[in-house]
């Protein structure tokens, strides 16, 4: 069931429903289980998409030409330019993340986040949401530590339903200072197998690594 024969069910069945909801989903492809014949189940699935491509387009549908306008609520009520209904598109926000790798003695610094919020209770290298200004002195006044020059690893795109967060991945290296208590816990890059992180934590990870020396790793 893609787009097109979506919106033929939609149409025939005169669905007002957003189609797509979870539930009208999954009441199309039930639809499209009924309707579909025994015999030629493939040139069935083709007429149905061909027949959404070329005549029950999203605009200004072709009616007149269409073969089973008879059995479609939708052209009967006069409602062919209104339906189907599609839910609004949420609109993502663009955030940035900057992941801080801080080293000491080959260990890297993991926190975990909070009960609330995205990713809750999960763990990751120290990272900065959506803030500015000087990385180091956000390092020392977030876990106490004194760290060296903040070098940019590189970064990626990662996406939530809501968010389009530009992850900047750096390293630095502890020079001083103590340890907050509950900022964290030091673990080898290969140790974090039992830390439950998200898959953007995981890809920060792996860009860590592979910027390391030989002799590092």
């Known amino acids: 069931v893609d787009g097109n024969v979506a919106r033929v069910l939609a149409r ?6 957003a189609i797509d909801d979870a539930a009208v989903k999954k009441r199309l492809w039930a639809l499209a289980e ?13 007429a149905m998409m061909e027949l959404g491509a070329r005549v029950c387009v999203p605009r200004g549908p072709d009616c007149g030409a269409c073969p089973i306008r008879r059995y479609c609520a939708a052209q009967e ?24 790798a801080i080293e000491r003695d080959g260990k890297y610094l993991f926190a975990q ?18 803030e500015t200004g000087a990385l180091g002195r956000w390092v020392r006044q977030t876990v106490g530590l004194e760290v ?26 502890v020079k001083s ?16 197998a039992d ?20 002799g590092e790793k």
């Open 77 to 100: 009520m006069g409602r062919e330019n209104e339906l189907p209904v599609t839910g609004k598109r949420t609109v993502q926000r663009a955030v940035r993340h900057d992941v801080v």
């Open 113 to 130: 986040r909070g009960d609330g919020g995205l990713w809750a209770g999960m763990w990751g290298l120290v990272c900065r949401e959506d």
């Open 148 to 173: 060296g020059r903040v070098k940019k690893l590189g970064g990626f795109e990662h996406q939530t339903t809501h968010l389009k967060i530009a992850f900047v991945v750096h390293a630095a290296r």
């Open 12 to 17: 025939v069945e005169g669905i007002e429903a």
């Open 34 to 46: 009924v309707y579909v014949p025994a015999e030629g189940p493939g040139d069935f699935n083709q």
């Open 195 to 214: 830390l439950p992180m998200s898959r953007a934590q995981q890809k920060a990870i792996r860009m860590v690594r592979e910027s390391l020396e030989p």
């Open 177 to 192: 200072g103590r340890l907050k208590r509950g900022a964290g816990v030091w673990r080898a890059l290969d140790d974090v």
